[in-house]
């Protein structure tokens, strides 16, 4: 199984690729978690991309896509992937389109996790995430422990530099310009799947599972 996750930030994309890649034992691979770990070790790329992401604007399709591609290229993704938060642009679709391809491969549904604005920035506000194993919670919605650390591996959680009132507006309008048109993208391919992502997490991962089922 090959899936594309789509949704605006704070959609859930994240919190929902955990459940998916632990019951459909796919690979959740999030572009935003791997530019995060190269902020944190330092690296050039993530030199080059913390310049765009501290703004709220994409890093260059050209980076982001031979990053997925070499990705996309190891071992451990023969057995299927979920992609969260790749494509973000046309231009991205179209490449990973042509990476299937070349690979006599095809992906299996691109799933939109629709929620409206207004929702947006209490989830962005109120999250906080695990720097050990990208875990997300939500300080209301799905606290983590008392203390503060994550349930998963006792990590301290933290908040996102980028989770701010202001990048959160600005990656909103980079959404709504940018990555919004993938929906028509797919839904011309027929590879479109929807579901309601105001509902509650465990309700949004059951409406995933029918589908997927
Ligand atoms: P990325 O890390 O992908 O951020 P994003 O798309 O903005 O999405 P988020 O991670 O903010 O939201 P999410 O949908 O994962 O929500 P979550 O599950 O955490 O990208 C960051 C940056 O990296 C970009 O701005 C860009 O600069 C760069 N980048 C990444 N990919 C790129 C690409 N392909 N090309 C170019 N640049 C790229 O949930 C949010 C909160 O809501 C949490 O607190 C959660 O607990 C809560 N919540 C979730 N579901 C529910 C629910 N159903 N009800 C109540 N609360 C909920
Ligand atoms: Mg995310
Ligand atoms: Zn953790």
């Known amino acids: 199984m090959k899936i ?17 890649s632990n019951r459909y034992s796919i ?10 770990k190269n902020i944190s070790e330092n690296t050039p790329l993530g030199v080059e991309a913390k310049r765009y ?15 997925v591609k070499d990705r996309l290229k ?11 938060g790749f494509p973000r642009t046309v231009h991205q679709a179209e490449a990973l389109d042509e990476f299937l391809c070349s690979r006599g491969e095809s992906l299996s549904t691109s799933l939109l996790i629709e929620v409206p604005t207004d929702f947006i ?15 997300s919670y939500h300080v209301k919605f799905n606290p983590p422990t008392k203390d ?6 006792g990590s301290e959680v933290i908040q996102r530099k980028d989770d701010t009132v202001e990048t959160v507006q600005e ?24 579901v309601d992502g105001t509902k509650a997490i465990n309700e949004v991962f059951e409406d995933i599972c029918k589908i997927l089922d």
């Open 74 to 84: 190891q071992d451990d993704c023969k057995n299927g992937y979920l992609l969260d």
């Open 4 to 20: 594309v996750l789509l949704g605006p930030p704070g959609a859930g994309k994240g919190t929902q690729a955990k459940s998916i």
């Open 27 to 36: 690979l959740h691979i999030s572009t935003g978690d791997i530019f995060r």
């Open 121 to 135: 920035l209490e989830r962005m506000t109120g999250r906080r995430v695990c720097p050990s194993c990208g875990a």
């Open 53 to 67: 992401m501290d703004n709220g604007q994409l890093v260059p399709d050209e980076v982001t896509i031979n990053m």
């Open 171 to 194: 990656r909103l309008d980079v959404y709504q310009k940018q990555t919004q048109p993938l929906i028509d993208f797919y839904k011309a391919k027929n590879k479109l799947s929807v």
């Open 148 to 153: 503060g650390k994550c349930s998963v591996c």
